[in-house]
């Protein structure tokens, strides 16, 4: 079991780049993996999403990727044409006010769109710079995960065990349960009919009300859930979903148990399994 919760660190510095990775997730129902990168290294963005999405089922998650070149080549472009067209418009304005000068290199160069300069980044060479970073703030957002996983499942699985004792009494009550429905029936009767009554007819209705009130059946798909739910938090590394589900089924049978008995121990026992279980539910909202 793991936390949807986790956080993750990595940077790199040399002579000539420096380069910092950090994950961070949140709950959530889906997988959202949200990329922060600088927009000269966005073609690298895919890979990234790629990455976590083959390690991640559910949570969202923001990275956020700083690169810095400290030493590159810088290519220089002359915009030839911008230049000539200013020269002109300085030479028609110094004619214009009867000047007999010339615009000087240096202004020509500062002004806008001249003078161009670009760097010459391969992302590839970033990549190669950023993947190991990726995999090292991977490895300790993992950990984190997994350490808040282990405390949420011991937890969780202690409420589960707060069920299991609450429906064990209710077990040792189920037979009460249905001798109680066989002597208020048989009650009925004789206050209606007297003596003369046919106990035929007594266990036919009893039958019908055993049907329709005893809680047999639920207690044994109960125990059947809660068996499932240990199960399914051992063996998958990633049962939040499926342990939602089961949270849903063991509700509806504790609620159908609850409106079926009228004996005030297995009431009490029932509050006690609605409060654990929504204990459980509550903790599974962070669980992937």
Known sequence: MKSMTGFGHGERSDDKLSVSVELKSYNNRFLDVFVNLPSFLSSLEPRVREYLSERCQRGKIEVSIRAKELQGEVNIVVDEKAAAAYYGAVKRLAASLGLDES?????????????????ARDPEKFWQAI??????????????RVREGKATEADVLSHIGVIETALELVSGHAPSLEASIKDNLRARFRDVLGDAVDENRVLA????????YTISEEIARLKTHLAEFRAEASRNPAPGKKLDFLCQEINREINTIGSKSPILEVSRAVVDMKDALENVREQLRNVE
């Open 131 to 144: 993947e190991p970073l990726l995999a090292e703030a991977f490895a300790g957002f993992e950990a984190s």
């Open 103 to 119: 615009p000087r290199l240096s202004t020509i160069l500062s002004l806008e769109g001249v003078l161009q300069t670009d760097k």
């Open 205 to 212: 209705e009893t039958a019908v009300l055993l049907m329709k």
